[in-house]
């Protein structure tokens, strides 16, 4: 029982650290420069985001896998296919945490909010599948592996191994 809360507990500070040094490196020159925030409310929003990461990289990451199970997606599949997947993941989720904590935390105006909010939409193609190799480095350094590869009979074996030690 310990060893699955200390499983579960690694899961997520892994996935948060992933989340939240990719996001900063993205997102910063988006709210400067496109949407135009002074940095003080850059800097509010950042600390917003980092808060929201933290508590949406878990999820995010269980939202991949899901959708990279339906899709058949596995460490064996071509660049195309985690190309596609990780882009529609990673718009589908983190386009509208985006948008809500500009507009909740940094008081930017609609239009240059919408706008900043389309712009990562749209390099959401360049930057859905480097955040998926990105997080799949990252957790493999940790030793928790990509979790889209285990299928649910191994899952299953790997928790049993997890909680019976």
């Known amino acids: 029982m310990i060893e699955k809360a200390k499983e579960k507990i690694k899961n997520f500070i892994i996935d948060a650290i ?3 040094t990719f996001s ?7 709210e400067l420069l496109i949407v135009g925030l002074p940095f003080q409310a850059h800097l509010q929003v950042r600390l917003f985001a980092a808060i929201l990461n933290t508590l949406t990289a878990r999820p995010y990451t269980n939202w991949r896998t899901f959708i990279f199970r339906k899709a058949s997606v596995n ?6 296919k985690k ?3 990780d882009t529609l993941t990673f718009a589908s989720m983190q386009a ?3 948008f809500t904590s500009n507009m909740i935390i940094g008081g ?4 240059g909010v ?3 909010t389309l712009v990562l939409t749209m390099v959401s193609g360049v930057v859905g599948r480097p955040y998926g190799a990105y997080l799949d480095v990252i ?5 928790l592996g990509k979790e889209y590869d285990l299928t649910p009979q191994t899952a299953r074996i790997r928790k049993a191994t997890f909680s019976s030690t």
Do not use: E, M, V
């Open 18 to 20: 992933a989340l939240n």
């Open 24 to 30: 900063y490196i993205l997102t910063a020159p988006i």
């Open 75 to 80: 460490s064996q599949s071509s660049w195309k």
């Open 83 to 85: 190309y596609l997947w």
């Open 96 to 98: 509208p945490i985006y």
């Open 108 to 111: 930017g105006d609609l239009y």
């Open 114 to 116: 919408i706008q900043g």
């Open 139 to 143: 957790r493999d350094l940790f030793g």
